[in-house]
């Protein structure tokens, strides 16, 4: 089922924090670990900074470079042996990865390659991107990337039980097949929510899980939630009944995205377990 898992790293709290998470999952799923360092092509170029040492009469930026260069390329080693290190230490042999680009399309390229990509909720950049109408890598990444996303949060905790949020959509369908599957082979047992004020909508989604969980044999109960979709997640998640939420991404349109937002981008950013996305 998975058998590759790319870890993007940046030596962060909220990046060792992804690692441990990998490490977990590498050992309950028996997957292979790859960790990827991006050096990010934007601090090499440096306009800005070019334009300010012209200004103020410094020496050329050109005659930097050389040394931001060589100090991102050094820092990139030293975060990919700490990775290599932590995975060592808990008997995994990982591969590792340097890179030169723009962070996000770097992971989804890498990501290709893989059955799963596993990131940080937050990255080491993320206040200079908060608020950005461009969104945080991670959710980039799970727009884009085609792939199973899982995004970790700020601290780490052993994964025994998941949730699935289910809306009936096609990504909701996909992510019911993962949740299945995973439930199988780590034998983590299943929440699936359905949150609908509309009784013969709840009736429908039940009827259709059961008749594909009618051939599986995993630990699984249903509950229908009357309420608003993204504050009931959140307030599941916040009740502490599993450690990892699964649930299709971004199952609505783009105009409706933007008139009412995102329930998926909105639990990516305050979801305080591991939320693994499918599209």
């Given at each position: 089922m998975v058998k590759t898992i790319l870890i993007p790293t940046d030596g962060s709290d909220y990046g060792k924090t992804a690692i441990d998470y990998g490490i977990y999952i590498a050992k309950k799923l028996a997957a292979q670990l790859i960790g990827l360092h991006v050096v990010d092509v934007g601090l090499m170029q440096g306009p800005v900074f070019s334009d300010i040492s012209g200004s103020i009469g410094l020496p050329p930026y050109q005659e930097f470079l050389p040394v931001i260069e060589a100090g991102l390329n050094e820092r990139a080693e030293a975060i990919l042996k700490a990775f290599r290190e932590r995975c060592e230490a808990a008997e995994l042999y990982p591969e590792a990865r340097k890179a030169i680009g723009i962070i996000d399309e770097i992971i989804i390229e890498e990501g290709k390659k893989t059955d799963w990509i596993l990131l940080a909720q937050r990255g080491e950049h993320f206040h200079l991107t908060k608020g950005s109408i461009l969104g945080s890598t991670?959710?980039?990444v799970v727009r884009k990337s085609g792939k199973p996303v899982m995004v970790?949060?700020?601290t780490y905790q052993d994964i025994e039980s998941?949730?699935?949020a289910y809306d009936g959509s096609p990504p909701a369908d996909n992510a019911l097949k993962l949740a299945v599957s995973l439930s199988e082979k780590a034998a983590w047992p299943l929440t699936i929510i359905c949150i609908t004020g509309?009784?013969?909508v709840a009736d429908k989604l039940h009827k259709k899980i059961e008749a594909y969980?009618?051939?599986f044999q995993i630990d699984c109960e249903t509950i229908m939630i009357r309420g608003q979709e993204d504050r009931e997640i959140m307030k599941f998640i916040r009740e502490g009944s599993v450690e990892l939420l699964v649930m299709g991404a971004y199952g609505h349109n783009r105009l409706r995205e933007?008139?009412?937002?995102?329930?998926?981008s909105d639990?990516?950013?305050k979801s305080k377990i591991p939320v693994l996305l499918t599209r």
């Open positions: 991670a959710e980039l970790t949060p700020a998941m949730a699935l509309d009784q013969a969980l009618e051939p933007l008139l009412v937002g995102s329930t998926t639990v990516i950013r």
